[in-house]
């Protein structure tokens, strides 16, 4: 089971950096997506990063709309992944999840099966 944490609320071109983590589970062997849900809306993809047993060129990926501010990681140390957000904006405002069963087409997430977790809600308000 996966756990989100480091949501909060913070201004408009603020930052946060959310954390993924598990128990009895080496997040190192699985590919790790990270979806939001906005207030009335439906849940979205926003960035994955592959397994480190990947043979993928491309480790990590990102949606147009967060590219340039979300920047996804691993610390194998930690046994955690990491959403850093940068220059938020009001839109980025939800509730964040991780998850493992999803799949990547060229420009989304997909996310697979029904089960949510908890998340952590973001706000992003003056």
């Known amino acids: 089971q996966l756990v989100e944490s480091g949501g909060g609320l913070v201004q408009p071109g603020g930052s946060l950096t959310l954390s993924c983590t598990a128990s009895?589970?080496?997040?190192?062997?699985?590919?790790i997506g990270w979806f939001r849900q906005a207030p009335g809306k439906e849940r979205e993809g926003v960035a994955c990063i592959n397994s480190i047993v990947s043979k993928d060129v491309e480790m990590t990926f990102v949606v147009v709309s967060v590219k340039g501010r979300f920047t996804i990681s691993r610390d194998s140390s930690k046994n955690t992944v990491y959403l850093q957000m940068n220059s938020l904006k009001p839109e980025d405002t939800g509730v964040y999840y991780c998850v493992t069963d999803f799949v990547r087409t060229e420009t989304t997430l997909q996310k697979l099966g029904d089960y949510w977790g908890q998340g952590t809600q973001v706000t992003v308000s003056s």
């Open positions: 009895g589970v080496t997040l190192d062997y699985y590919a």
